[in-house]
């Protein structure tokens, strides 16, 4: 009986979909277990085999949980909003729900292949107005809700108005706008409705706000920091430049201190929390406030050294900020003009990350210091940021080194008052250096009680005070796309409503063409049918917008993290039209037990959707403010491309082995062309590259041998690798066994095809445990002490791999097993039924298959997982080596309760021994109980 993989693959995935074997339920009396993966957009490309690693590894785990008595779910998704696809709808008109369709079907086929137990019942598409219609609802939430610091959570915007209509806005502890000034209840009840709505918009968790933004012109929409790349857009290598727009924000910035808090209280790599530390970066220090000669403005900025406020010779402010066209004096208007315009043109990464170029513009003004009330020259320089603190820097070059190398650039004179003093905050703290200063109000401080001195003063003042700062800055949620969800809000005189609840979800509208406006508007300004029709509650055409019924809706869409921000509560409940999800439901699953994803989205997705699940918290959606306790960043599985060798000179491609001294430039051959030696399919590479039809190919024995190098699996590198030739030539389950095998789940590992090869052997050599040519070999024969030693140790190995992620080492176990097992000539059904299950989180197919032909007619999945008893693996024998004058001619089994006489009486008796010594008496024979016998004489 053959081991048919293919029709065996086949045979189960299509029982697995029949049968739904793999749902999860919501009232199970088991105890539930809950396995994510970060789910995907799905690309025309489709899944290379670097893809499905997380997958695997989930599935494994997801499968194990089952065989343990766990209520598992397990589900998947598809992230389908997003830019790819609206690049292709404007390249070729085709609507991009039609090509998302398309590559989802792709997807979907390629992970049904690979025997994934995913329960698709539960499948959610962010694209689906099914789905979206409740991240339009927790926009409105959002939008309805103000962050109260004195309890420390959001609350309903309706508790603020009542705040405000009883005593006006002076005792009101809430995270807002920086420019919100103060009223009365009296004041707030003379306001008009708009200026009342106006000032609420200051406070809500969602708002609209004029913000920087990385605008890619060529893509037509805002980029978040994550999505440019060396100042170009990752998507298309596209210039992005710096400007205003008015956009939706996220008021995430409430939540900063519960986000670091939050980090203690789950099981995420250390890595993964430093990144979030370091970009929610919280700092202590004090606002100061520097006021510009001659004006009425201000200048606030934010240090954590206010205690070298004495050293400050200059200040300086971001390109963007505010106050810089209103400074600037006319002399040095040209030359601010055209550097901002050109520091618009850098990313704020770039800046961030240039250190070594400096530039910068003297704007004309100063500034006056709090204390001392010297000139100081205001500068702006692109080494500030406008998004961090409040864009303005005050200067000290003898304390900062950047600071230092900007005055000596630009030969700003450097005050010397901290010459030859160790002003570093270790110093203070450790030695209570003496600060010689312009002020007697620091003599003989140290650190800390020269920074609360400094902050006393301000306040005295009323020039600053203490605060705690966050680089963190809030979430722009605007992006001028088509291909997104869609805002429920219209707009009256200018302000944002909410679209009631009952009439979402509000859809994409059909659009001529996906680019923006020829007047620069966002893609939905091309529908003719995007109006709000507030009396009939429904979307009708442009042309009834009268601004008394009928009025504009938002042309913006969301960006990508909307979607992915709530889903995997979402999955709980994913059918239910009435509410985001039950009570029932999330009181049950609770929280995710494990998820698995890359580490690329640790500022992303990761941070974002804890700032949902901690909103959703507060409002009593959900019963944990954190949900993921524990999360794992797959490695990444690498490519190993393949290159050929040309000479500019000659044009000539020369094999590996024949470049001798020659100066050859490496370029890219597809490895689909490489066989498993090495050897370039030169007449597939020809057609496929016809510029080289005519070159010629040096070849070695008559080979073209390229070269190989290992970098990142990707199609313009022409190194990838599909999984579904992989399942055709070898099966799944080799693919499943070998991605695990590579090494430790989160290290990147390179791919190599020929490897495969060894999984399949495996699979192959444990299908012949159970038959033969004949058919079955199983029966009801006892097993061995040596079979149930085999078995236990590797139930015992496999479930402490499993507990603890480490898959590799599993398949190792599973070879080591399976060869014990083969060398054994273990036919007993007692050992093999307890192995296909041990097996099957890892090779479900092949283990289904024997399950079955063991003759269960349920499920393996269904199956628990076999105990561990320890008893099998306790020694009660030694074999012993039998020497003969040192050196050894025999082995021999002995009880270990044996002493000395028993063991020289046994070694003695045996017919081995009695063939070497003839007839001999030994003179002596030596016994170490439980390590040799040596027969001297």
């Given at each position: 009986?053959?081991?048919?993989?293919?029709?065996?693959?086949?045979?189960?995935?299509?029982?697995?979909?029949?049968?739904?074997?793999?749902?999860?339920e919501?009232?199970?009396?088991?105890?539930?277990?809950?396995?994510?993966?970060?789910?995907?957009?799905?690309?025309?490309?489709?899944?290379h085999?670097?893809?499905?690693?997380?997958?695997?590894?989930?599935?494994?785990?997801?499968?194990?949980?089952?065989?343990?008595?766990?209520?598992?779910?397990?589900?998947?998704?598809?992230?389908?909003?997003g830019?790819?696809?609206?690049?292709?709808?404007?390249?070729?008109?085709?609507?991009?729900?039609?090509?998302?369709?398309?590559?989802?079907?792709?997807?979907?086929?390629?992970?049904?292949?690979i025997?994934?137990?995913?329960?698709?019942?539960?499948?959610?598409?962010?694209?689906?107005?099914?789905?979206y219609?409740?991240?339009?609802?927790?926009?409105?939430?959002l939008?309805?809700?103000?962050?109260?610091?004195?309890?420390?959570?959001?609350?309903?915007?309706?508790?603020?108005?009542a705040?405000?209509?009883?005593?006006?806005?002076?005792?009101?502890?809430a995270?807002?706008?920086?420019?919100?000034a103060?009223?009365?209840?009296?004041?707030?009840?003379?306001?008009?409705?708009?200026?009342?709505?106006?000032i609420?918009?200051?406070?809500?968790?969602t708002?609209?706000?004029?913000?920087?933004?990385?605008?890619?012109?060529?893509?037509?929409?805002?980029?978040?920091?994550?999505?440019?790349?060396?100042?170009?857009?990752?998507?298309?290598?596209?210039?992005?430049?710096?400007?205003?727009?008015?956009?939706?924000?996220?008021?995430?910035?409430?939540?900063?201190?519960?986000?670091l808090?939050?980090?203690?209280?789950?099981?995420?790599?250390?890595?993964l929390?430093?990144?979030?530390?370091?970009?929610?970066?919280?700092?202590?220090?004090a606002?100061?406030?520097f006021?510009?000669?001659?004006?009425?403005?201000?200048?606030?900025?934010?240090t954590?050294?206010p205690?070298?406020?004495?050293g400050?010779s200059?200040?300086?402010?971001?390109?963007?900020?505010?106050?810089?066209?209103?400074i600037?004096?006319?002399?040095?208007?040209?030359?601010?003009?055209?550097?901002?315009?050109?520091?618009?043109?850098?990313?704020?990464?770039?800046?961030?990350?240039?250190?070594?170029?400096?530039?910068?513009?003297?704007?004309?003004?100063?500034?006056?210091h709090?204390?001392?009330?010297?000139?100081?020259?205001?500068?702006?320089?692109?080494?500030?940021?406008?998004?961090?603190?409040?864009?303005?820097?005050?200067?000290?070059?003898?304390?900062?080194?950047?600071?230092?190398?900007?005055?000596?650039?630009?030969?700003?004179p450097?005050?010397?008052?901290?010459?030859?003093i160790?002003?570093s905050?270790?110093?203070?703290?450790?030695?209570?250096?003496t600060?010689?200063?312009?002020?007697?109000?620091?003599?003989?401080?140290?650190?800390?009680?020269?920074?609360?001195?400094?902050?006393?003063?301000?306040?005295?003042?009323?020039?600053?005070?203490?605060?705690?700062?966050?680089?963190?800055?809030?979430?722009?949620f605007?992006r001028?796309?088509?291909w997104?969800?869609?805002?429920?809000?219209?707009?009256?005189?200018?302000?944002?409503?909410?679209?009631?609840?009952?009439?979402?979800?509000?859809?994409?509208?059909?659009?001529?063409?996906?680019?923006?406006?020829?007047?620069?508007?966002?893609?939905?300004?091309?529908?003719t049918?995007?109006?709000?029709d507030?009396?009939?509650?429904?979307?009708v055409?442009?042309?009834?917008?009268?601004?008394?019924?009928v009025?504009p809706?938002?042309?913006n869409?969301?960006?990508?993290?909307?979607g992915?921000?709530?889903?995997?509560?979402?999955?709980?409940?994913?059918?239910?039209?009435?509410?985001?999800?039950s009570?029932?439901?999330?009181?049950?699953?609770?929280d995710?037990?494990?998820?698995?994803?890359?580490?690329e989205?640790?500022?992303?997705?990761?941070?974002?959707?804890?700032?949902?699940?901690?909103?959703?918290?507060?409002?009593?959606?959900?019963?944990k403010d954190?949900?993921?306790?524990?999360?794992?960043?797959?490695?990444?599985?690498?490519?190993?491309?393949?290159f050929?060798?040309?000479?500019?000179?000659?044009?000539?491609?020369?094999?590996?082995?024949k470049?001798?001294?020659?100066?050859?430039?490496?370029?890219?051959?597809?490895?689909?062309?490489?066989?498993?030696?090495?050897?370039l399919?030169?007449?597939?590479?020809?057609?496929?590259?016809?510029?080289?039809?005519?070159?010629?190919?040096?070849?070695?024995?008559?080979?073209?041998?390229?070269?190989?190098?290992?970098?990142?699996?990707?199609?313009?590198?022409?190194?990838?690798?599909?999984?579904?030739?992989?399942?055709?030539?070898?099966?799944?389950?080799?693919l499943?066994?070998?991605?695990m095998?590579?090494?430790?789940?989160?290290?990147?590992?390179?791919w190599?095809?020929?490897?495969?090869?060894?999984?399949h052997?495996?699979?192959?050599?444990?299908?012949?445990?159970?038959?033969?040519?004949?058919g079955?070999?199983?029966?009801?024969?006892?097993?061995?002490?040596?079979?149930?030693?085999?078995?236990?140790?590797?139930?015992?190995?496999?479930?402490?791999?499993?507990?603890n992620?480490?898959?590799?080492?599993?398949?190792?176990t599973?070879?080591?097993?399976?060869?014990?097992?083969?060398?054994?000539?273990?036919?007993?059904?007692?050992?093999?039924e307890?192995?296909?299950?041990?097996?099957?989180?890892?090779?479900?197919?092949?283990?289904?298959?024997l399950w079955?032909?063991?003759?269960?007619?349920?499920?393996i999945?269904?199956?628990?997982?076999?105990?561990?008893?320890?008893?099998?693996l306790?020694?009660?024998?030694?074999?012993?080596?039998?020497?003969?004058n040192?050196?050894?001619?025999?082995?021999?089994?002995?009880?270990?309760?044996?002493?000395?006489?028993?063991?020289?009486a046994?070694?003695?008796?045996h017919?081995?021994?009695?063939?070497?010594?003839?007839?001999?008496?030994?003179?002596?024979?030596?016994?170490?109980p439980?390590k040799?016998?040596?027969?001297?004489?």
């Amino acid at each position: 009986m053959q081991y048919n993989f293919n029709e065996i693959e086949a045979k189960w995935q299509k029982y697995w979909a029949k049968n739904q074997t793999f749902k999860a339920e919501n009232n199970s009396k088991k105890e539930k277990f809950y396995v994510l993966d970060m789910f995907p957009y799905p690309s025309g490309a489709g899944l290379h085999v670097g893809h499905p690693l997380g997958y695997i590894a989930s599935d494994i785990y997801a499968r194990y949980k089952r065989h343990k008595g766990f209520n598992v779910l397990h589900p998947m998704g598809y992230d389908s909003f997003g830019l790819p696809a609206e690049q292709y709808a404007i390249q070729t008109g085709q609507h991009p729900a039609i090509t998302t369709e398309t590559n989802i079907k792709r997807y979907r086929e390629q992970l049904d292949k690979i025997g994934f137990s995913f329960d698709w019942s539960r499948e959610v598409r962010t694209s689906d107005p099914k789905y979206y219609k409740w991240t339009q609802w927790i926009f409105i939430q959002l939008f309805n809700s103000w962050y109260n610091v004195d309890v420390d959570k959001a609350e309903d915007i309706q508790s603020l108005i009542a705040v405000f209509e009883k005593v006006g806005n002076t005792k009101v502890n809430a995270v807002c706008d920086d420019d919100v000034a103060a009223f009365s209840a009296k004041e707030w009840h003379a306001f008009s409705n708009q200026k009342q709505q106006e000032i609420l918009l200051k406070y809500r968790l969602t708002y609209l706000a004029e913000t920087e933004v990385n605008w890619c012109p060529a893509l037509g929409t805002v980029l978040a920091n994550d999505e440019i790349v060396n100042g170009v857009s990752e998507r298309g290598g596209h210039p992005v430049v710096r400007k205003k727009m008015t956009q939706w924000s996220m008021r995430i910035t409430a939540y900063a201190q519960r986000l670091l808090d939050g980090l203690d209280k789950i099981d995420w790599p250390q890595p993964l929390k430093d990144s979030q530390t370091n970009w929610i970066g919280r700092s202590e220090g004090a606002t100061v406030e520097f006021r510009v000669q001659n004006s009425e403005f201000g200048i606030p900025v934010f240090t954590t050294r206010p205690d070298t406020i004495f050293g400050v010779s200059f200040m300086t402010l971001a390109p963007e900020h505010q106050l810089v066209s209103k400074i600037t004096t006319p002399e040095q208007q040209t030359k601010v003009d055209a550097y901002v315009k050109a520091t618009a043109k850098r990313s704020e990464r770039d800046r961030m990350a240039d250190v070594k170029t400096i530039t910068g513009v003297f704007t004309g003004a100063y500034a006056e210091h709090p204390f001392t009330k010297e000139p100081i020259p205001i500068w702006i320089g692109d080494y500030v940021l406008a998004g961090y603190g409040t864009g303005a820097v005050m200067s000290v070059p003898c304390g900062d080194q950047r600071d230092y190398d900007f005055a000596k650039h630009f030969n700003i004179p450097i005050p010397n008052i901290f010459e030859g003093i160790d002003i570093s905050e270790e110093a203070f703290a450790d030695k209570a250096t003496t600060v010689i200063a312009n002020s007697d109000f620091l003599n003989g401080l140290s650190y800390k009680k020269a920074v609360n001195r400094v902050i006393f003063e301000l306040e005295k003042i009323g020039q600053g005070e203490g605060k705690i700062n966050y680089r963190l800055r809030d979430a722009v949620f605007s992006r001028q796309r088509y291909w997104g969800e869609p805002f429920p809000v219209y707009y009256v005189d200018g302000l944002p409503q909410m679209i009631e609840a009952q009439h979402l979800p509000i859809t994409l509208p059909e659009v001529e063409k996906y680019l923006p406006t020829e007047t620069g508007e966002p893609p939905l300004g091309n529908a003719t049918v995007w109006a709000w029709d507030r009396l009939k509650a429904r979307v009708v055409s442009n042309d009834l917008i009268d601004n008394g019924n009928v009025f504009p809706l938002e042309l913006n869409t969301m960006p990508g993290w909307a979607g992915s921000s709530q889903y995997f509560n979402r999955y709980m409940d994913p059918l239910n039209g009435d509410e985001i999800f039950s009570k029932e439901a999330i009181n049950y699953w609770q929280d995710v037990d494990l998820y698995i994803g890359g580490s690329e989205h640790a500022t992303g997705h990761l941070l974002y959707s804890r700032f949902w699940q901690k909103f959703m918290f507060d409002k009593g959606l959900v019963p944990k403010d954190e949900y993921a306790k524990k999360l794992i960043n797959q490695g990444m599985i690498t490519g190993t491309s393949a290159f050929v060798y040309r000479e500019e000179e000659t044009g000539n491609v020369y094999s590996k082995g024949k470049i001798g001294n020659k100066t050859v430039t490496p370029i890219h051959a597809d490895v689909s062309m490489v066989n498993a030696s090495d050897e370039l399919d030169v007449e597939a590479f020809k057609k496929w590259q016809p510029e080289y039809k005519d070159a010629k190919f040096v070849l070695e024995d008559g080979k073209y041998i390229v070269g190989r190098e290992v970098e990142k699996m990707s199609k313009s590198k022409y190194n990838v690798v599909s999984p579904d030739s992989i399942c055709v030539e070898y099966g799944a389950d080799s693919l499943r066994l070998y991605e695990m095998f590579l090494g430790p789940l989160e290290q990147s590992k390179p791919w190599n095809t020929a490897g495969i090869t060894g999984t399949h052997s495996f699979l192959k050599k444990l299908w012949r445990l159970y038959f033969d040519v004949n058919g079955a070999k199983f029966n009801d024969t006892e097993p061995t002490k040596e079979n149930l030693k085999t078995l236990h140790k590797t139930i015992k190995k496999v479930e402490e791999d499993i507990e603890n992620f480490s898959f590799n080492t599993s398949v190792s176990t599973f070879m080591i097993c399976v060869n014990e097992l083969s060398a054994q000539k273990c036919t007993s059904r007692a050992i093999l039924e307890p192995l296909a299950i041990v097996v099957s989180p890892y090779a479900p197919h092949i283990a289904e298959e024997l399950w079955e032909q063991l003759g269960h007619t349920e499920s393996i999945s269904t199956a628990p997982f076999p105990i561990f008893d320890a008893s099998y693996l306790v020694e009660d024998s030694k074999e012993y080596p039998i020497s003969f004058n040192g050196k050894m001619r025999f082995t021999l089994e002995l009880p270990l309760d044996l002493d000395r006489d028993g063991i020289e009486a046994a070694v003695m008796a045996h017919e081995k021994t009695q063939q070497q010594l003839e007839g001999r008496t030994p003179k002596k024979i030596i016994v170490v109980p439980g390590k040799i016998v040596n027969i001297v004489g």
